[in-house]
């Protein structure tokens, strides 16, 4: 007997499920055969079916629209017609190729979302960490990953430039090494420049530290005079 890989549960029964078994329509005509439960909780319930028909098509289907079992197979309350409707059912790797295409700017690879957002897919659901320099970008990638066919869901932790700036610059005013000074800060997909004239070196240098400090940015590049004016030099931290 083939091992169970995972359940679906519907009041006031359970189900087990079984590779290969056969899911049926609402009217009881053969819909496709169980490929793979995705259950990604620790309860072993499954969020989502991958119902197979033929050889290479394979489509997801909700635990919602299973309704039962009946003789060894899964009953749907799904049409037959309805098939075509359904979200194609693709591995990672295949997903991330179309999600990296939609992300590309044509013409242009200097301005393409990739070059600051870090993508991760796991089970057709797509998490995206970075820098982004404004909230029309923001709104512009996961509107972009949203219509990539396959995806089921859009998890960002996309900052933005002024986020960042707004965050070291508070940063620096909160610091007692730092505040009153006259420091600019500017944000460059993600990565600080600290401009103008301070005090002294102790306090450029203090600066550095305390935006490199900030959650969220990746480096600092420190452009500031101490005064009297010496030739400006920068490092960098990363």
């Not at 990672?92 to 993508?119: K, N, Q, W, Y």
């Not at 005013?173 to 730092?178: G, Q, V």
């Not at 400090?213 to 490092?235: C, E, F, H, I, N």
């Amino acid at each position: 007997m083939r091992e169970a890989i995972g359940r679906v549960e519907y009041p006031p029964e359970q189900v087990d499920l079984v590779q290969g078994m056969p899911v049926e329509a609402d009217n009881g005509r053969l819909l496709g055969r169980l490929d793979e439960a995705r259950c990604p909780g620790l309860d072993h319930v499954a969020q989502w079916l991958v119902v197979r028909r033929g050889l290479a098509d394979r489509r997801l289907l909700t635990n919602g629209r299973v309704k039962g079992g009946r003789g060894g197979s899964l009953v749907t309350d799904l049409r037959r017609d309805e098939w075509r409707s359904l979200t194609p059912a693709l591995s990672d790797d295949a997903l991330r190729e179309r999600v990296e295409e939609a992300l590309v700017e044509a013409g242009d690879p200097s301005v393409s979302f990739l070059r600051t957002l870090v993508i991760r897919i796991e089970a057709q659901r797509v998490f995206v960490e970075g820098y982004l320099s404004g909230p029309r970008r923001v709104e512009e990638a996961v509107r972009r990953l949203r219509a990539v066919e396959g995806v089921l869901e859009v998890r960002t932790r996309i900052l933005t430039d002024p986020e960042l700036e707004a965050a070291v610059a508070r940063a620096l005013a909160h610091d007692a090494r730092t505040s009153g000074e006259a420091i600019r800060v500017r944000a460059v997909l993600g990565r600080i420049e600290l401009l103008g004239q301070v005090s002294s070196a102790g306090v450029a240098s203090a600066a550095d530290r305390i935006a490199a400090t900030v959650p969220g940015v990746p480096a600092v590049r420190t452009y500031l005079t101490p005064a009297p004016a010496q030739a400006s030099g920068s490092r960098t931290r990363a």
